[in-house]
């Protein structure tokens, strides 16, 4: 939601359990994080719509203030992150969302930074949240850049424990769904190996969800992408 007017004050609203906008679909051995997140979308959300609460909120939005969804899952994907993209695709004001990944080795900041300033320019800092996969290398040089601009970071942990090996690509696939929920970009550092490569299947996934792709070429690949 992240609007801002400069004569209003930000507004945070609790939406955890005990509320109204609590989300009922407690995490577990047999539900995971995106499993309870897609049922609050299709089984909740449709109720809470209707209350006077969530009008409340919708027009506080509209009013221009800054609302902020307060849960204690934040810096990971949420529950609040369905009603912030409800409202805010109701309202026509999407943010960008930015997923920084690439080489686990990569280790330049300068590159990085430069990078993403340059995607994000003329973008106001309130309208971005960066997503980062908590790899080492290019995911963690993101979470860095967020905290220096001052941005909203997103975490997405891969479930190696639930998952195994498979726990990479599924990570990915959450991540770029989460992405075009918004106006989803990603940016990529690839050294340009395809195979057991998991930036290159990030850039799939992103692909393929619709997202704006930009990778950045750091390990000489030529040759078609896709």
């Given at each position: ?13 609790y ?6 906008f ?19 979308r ?34 990971q ?18 943010i ?19 990078t ?22 290019a ?30 690509p599924v ?13 989803g ?36 690949f ?5």
């Amino acid at each position: 939601m992240f609007t801002i007017h400069k004569s209003h004050k930000p507004q945070t609203i609790y939406i955890g359990r005990g509320s109204v906008f609590g989300n009922p679909f407690v995490l577990s051995n047999v539900m995971d994080r995106e499993t309870s997140i897609e049922r609050y979308r299709q089984e909740q959300l449709p109720k809470i719509v209707r209350t006077a609460d969530f009008r409340e909120l919708e027009q506080l939005h509209l009013a221009g203030y800054i609302v902020r969804l307060d849960c204690f899952c934040a810096p990971q994907h949420c529950h609040g992150d369905v009603i912030a993209e409800y409202i805010r695709n109701k309202t026509n004001s999407k943010i960008t969302r930015v997923i920084v990944a690439g080489s686990r080795s990569f280790e330049d900041y300068g590159l990085l930074k430069a990078t993403v300033d340059g995607v994000l320019q003329g973008t106001r800092r309130e309208m971005v949240e960066i997503v980062s996969g908590g790899a080492k290398g290019a995911d963690t040089l993101g979470e860095v850049y967020a905290r220096e601009r001052g941005l909203v970071c997103r975490r997405f942990p891969a479930p190696w424990k639930t998952w195994g090996k498979r726990a990479g690509p599924v990570r990915n696939e959450w991540m770029a769904n989460f992405a075009s929920k918004e106006k989803g970009v990603l940016i990529a550092f690839w050294t340009g190996q395809k195979t057991h490569s998991g930036t290159y299947d990030m850039m799939q996934q992103a692909n393929r969800y619709g997202l704006s792709v930009k990778w950045v070429n750091i390990g000489g690949f030529q040759g078609n992408l896709f």
